[in-house]
């Protein structure tokens, strides 16, 4: 049987010509068929093997039969076969993973965070690499801080109510490849020590997990920093955070700083407008906000900033009966 260097020093452009030629013995001597040969039936072109290959080394020595179980038991959990090459070819080490020592308890681990069906398949169709995570170090870590309210770490959020560990699968299962001691919990932490509540951050982590997974000191805080710097007070920021989430992760200096500056020099408003509607930041600069004051402006206009934004287009002009020139 072939071994990990088996086919001597690894090279992905020569590769697919090596398997090609070995192929694999099974135990009683007769010849097994290559993974080149089973990628190939399953419609991947030499170029995408190649780089296959080369990301996951040790694909070159797995079984043609060994890669054909796996991909049937992805198709038995629900992923449609015409997603599986997607998925492969995203994580190949897929096809590499022990049936029953890994691919399995895996997908067992992860049902038990699923609510509905076809919840598992879908997480893994769009983050494959989640099969390659430990159990015992990221995914139990993760079934333990969507379910642990009340435990002595208080930071810990409660998400098993109304299936919302369910929507986390399926929207975003990026967020299982972090570490909870070193990125969630702290995380999680800092938006307390903000003044968010359980509800607000069952929101944050349903619509806007990139911010739980972004790190404290690096980028969190000196979003912070920079809000209070503009004269934001506590109950603001909390307002703020609570509202629009992605306000914490923003450029500074490329979206919130000229979002500020125009708000105040350009628009005459106050800070505190923008603590009352915090989906201002949300809106584009040129597209959305500099067109929407120019008629606002020029047809001498008194609105909230609520009132102002929180419609498309089409609907901002017939709220207040303007008239649209090409100008």
């Not at 452009?13 to 013995?25: P, Q």
């Not at 038991?73 to 992923?79: A, D, P, Q, V």
């Not at 500056?261 to 584009?284: D, N």
């Amino acid at each position: 049987m072939c071994t990990k260097g088996g086919l001597g020093q690894f090279s992905p452009s020569h590769a697919a010509n090596k398997l090609a030629l070995v192929g694999t013995m099974g135990s009683s001597g007769e010849q097994m068929p290559s993974i080149l040969g089973f990628l190939k039936d399953k419609g991947f072109d030499d170029k995408s093997i190649q780089s296959m290959l080369g990301r996951c080394k040790r694909l070159h020595s797995v079984e043609g039969d060994k890669a054909s179980e796996n991909w049937n038991y992805l198709r038995s959990i629900g992923i449609q076969e015409r997603k599986l090459p997607h998925v492969v070819s995203k994580c190949p080490k897929v096809l590499a993973l022990g049936l029953n020592e890994k691919l399995i308890p895996t997908v067992e681990c992860l049902s038990t965070l699923g609510t509905k069906p076809g919840e598992v398949a879908s997480a893994i169709t769009k983050f494959p690499h989640i099969l390659a995570h430990s159990v015992e170090e990221k995914l139990c870590p993760f079934w333990l801080f969507s379910r642990h309210s009340g435990s002595p770490k208080s930071s810990w959020v409660s998400l098993n109510k109304e299936g919302v560990v369910g929507k986390i699968l399926t929207k975003d299962p990026f967020i299982m490849g972090y570490s909870v001691e070193k990125r969630l919990l702290p995380t999680t932490e800092f938006l307390k020590s903000i003044g968010l509540s359980e509800l607000d951050l069952r929101r944050v982590v349903i619509n806007f997990p990139e911010v739980l997974c972004r790190d404290v000191e690096k980028i969190l805080k000196p979003n912070l920093a920079f809000l209070r710097r503009c004269g934001f007070n506590n109950a603001q920021v909390k307002d703020l955070v609570a509202g629009y989430p992605p306000i914490l992760i923003k450029s500074v200096k490329n979206s919130l700083e000229p979002r500020i500056k125009f708000l105040v020099e350009e628009m005459g408003r106050g800070i505190g407008e923008a603590a009352e509607y915090p989906e201002f930041f949300r809106h584009g600069l040129k597209k959305s906000l500099e067109y929407r004051q120019r008629l606002v402006k020029k047809n001498n206009l008194h609105c909230s900033l609520s009132e102002m934004l929180n419609c498309n287009q089409k609907k901002f002009v017939t709220k207040f009966g303007l008239m649209v020139g090409h100008s």
